[in-house]
T-cell receptor, first 112, second 108 residues
Framework: NAGVTQTPKFRILKIGQSMTLQCAQD?????MYWYRQDPGMGLKLIYY???????DKGEVPNGYNVSRSTTEDFPLRLELAAPSQTSVYFC???????????FGPGTRLTVT | GIQVEQSPPDLILQEGANSTLRCNFS?????LQWFHQNPWGQLINLFY???GTKQNGRLSATTVATERYSLLYISSSQTTDSGVYFC??????????FGAGTTVTVRA
């Protein structure tokens, strides 16, 4: 049971490039989340999903897109990367809306 | 949105000391979690504690939901306890909101 996995661990992008951050979970959780953590701060919710085919915006969705075609996978797409998107990105999952959230190891992204 | 305030922002401990971290929140919550972010950035689940008291080894936590606060106790601290401790709550919009964290440094 791997829990929540994320790839890649690190990435450097040039301004204007695009990329997809991958997230997968093997706990059969319906709820999945993407957060970003800026230096010295807590995590902020970007997008979340309550099940396959259903996604919704969090607190800071601008510049990102998500999709949820399966229960296991929840990729995060960055279009036209900007320096303001330099951050550490965490994916999480939970069994329900009030369930305990479990986090992946994070992806450290730098946009220069 | 809900405000989550953690105190103190920074804490320096000598190995073996005890400490208490506090989390105050501005509205009623349905869930509360404590996390430890280690120096490598990994988020480790400590407690899922919407109310009551739980203990896990040298750590324990108490949430008094009616008074809108939670406490995390660290006893006999070790250098491996260093890192940032986050409190996160789920209010009525069902979205986890994080505090800014307490940075703990345990010196040998």
């Amino acid at each position: 049971n791997a829990g929540v996995t994320q790839t890649p661990k690190f990435r450097i992008l040039k301004i204007g490039q695009s990329m997809t951050l991958q997230c997968a979970q093997d706990m059969n959780h319906n709820y999945m989340y993407w957060y970003r953590q800026d230096p010295g701060m807590g995590l902020k919710l970007i997008y979340y999903s309550v099940g396959a085919g259903i996604t919704d915006k969090g607190e800071v969705p601008n510049g990102y897109n998500v999709s949820r075609s399966t229960t296991e996978d929840f990729p995060l797409r960055l279009e036209l990367a900007a320096p303001s998107q330099t951050s550490v990105y965490f994916c999480a999952s939970s069994a329900g809306s009030l369930g305990e959230q479990y986090f992946g190891p994070g992806t450290r992204l730098t946009v220069t | 949105g809900i405000q989550v305030e953690q105190s103190p922002p920074d804490l320096i401990l000598q190995e073996g000391a005890n400490s208490t971290l506090r989390c105050n929140f501005s509205d009623s919550v349905n869930n509360l979690q404590w996390f430890h972010q280690n120096p490598w950035g990994q988020l480790i689940n400590l407690f899922y504690i919407p109310s009551g008291t739980k203990q896990n080894g040298r750590l324990s936590a108490t949430t008094v939901a009616t008074e809108r606060y939670s406490l995390l106790y660290i006893s006999s601290s070790q250098t491996t306890d260093s890192g940032v401790y986050f409190c996160a709550v789920v209010p009525n919009d069902y979205k986890l909101s994080f505090g800014a964290g307490t940075t703990v440094t345990v010196r040998a």
